[in-house]
């Protein structure tokens, strides 16, 4: 088994879900007292946050950077960056490290493909919706992409950084978002991508009447196949 390399912090309610899903499905999949193997490296999400909203990527791309080569250090085997808006930072983590970054959008269209969708409806922050680092990365793969109008797109943006990353989860939040994707749907989209980790802790599969893509689970379902079976790395 190879050892996975977490950058986490981002914010940290959704990193503990890294970590149990990580281990419950490689529990499930290898049974026994099997768990997995990994390091993580956990930032100060208020620092993040900061240099986000005022548009300091190059600062933000080196604590990523530095984080990622600490886990290379460390002997992780691959690197899986615990968050959706931060991945606008992947290809410089990749060109500074010499193991593999696994992309949350990759995974995350693959297993939307797997389901037969074409058009798909995309809840993220500002950044993940609005900018082509993923949006592009899902229509590489041949995905139709569809995204809130923009007031909509406030409120997603704002319920996830002023309530879900403080671990915040209000009921006439959740029906707020249920009412955005129901616009979505009612714009022709098959199935939503939950493309902000923390959106899953108040959307869950029942609230709506669509596929829904946690891209949480996702992600770490895919962390532990690339873990157990190195090659889909290569």
Not at 7 to 31: D, F, H, P
Not at 117 to 133: A, C, K, P, Q, Y
Request: proline residues 1%; contains cysteine; glycine residues 8%.
């Amino acid at each position: 088994m190879r050892t996975i390399g977490l950058i986490g912090g981002m914010s940290w309610e959704s990193s503990i879900e890294y970590y149990r899903i990580i281990n419950e499905v490689t529990k499930a999949r290898l049974g026994g007292l099997h768990s997995a193997k990994s390091v993580m490296v956990s930032v100060d999400f208020a620092e993040i946050e900061t240099l986000q909203h005022k548009g300091r990527w190059q600062e933000a791309g080196q604590l990523m950077v530095a984080a990622a080569q600490s886990l290379e250090r460390a002997g992780a085997n691959f690197v899986v960056l615990c968050t959706n808006t931060m991945h606008k930072l992947a290809n410089e983590i990749q060109a500074h490290i010499q193991i593999p970054f696994l992309h949350i959008a990759d995974a995350t269209a693959q297993r939307v493909q797997s389901q037969g969708l074409h058009s798909i409806g995309l809840l993220g922050t500002r950044f993940t919706m609005e900018e082509d680092f993923y949006r592009g990365r899902l229509s590489s793969h041949g995905l139709a992409v569809v995204i809130p109008n923009e007031a909509e797109r406030e409120i997603v943006h704002k319920v996830i950084y002023d309530e879900l990353c403080l671990g915040i989860v209000k009921s006439d939040s959740r029906q707020r978002y249920v009412d955005i994707i129901q616009n979505l749907l009612k714009a022709g989209v098959e199935g939503v991508i939950l493309g902000c980790t923390e959106i899953e802790l108040l959307i869950k599969a029942g609230d709506v009447d669509c596929p829904l893509f946690a891209t949480t689970r996702i992600h770490a379902e895919a962390a532990v196949d690339a873990a157990i079976q190195g090659d889909l790395l290569a």
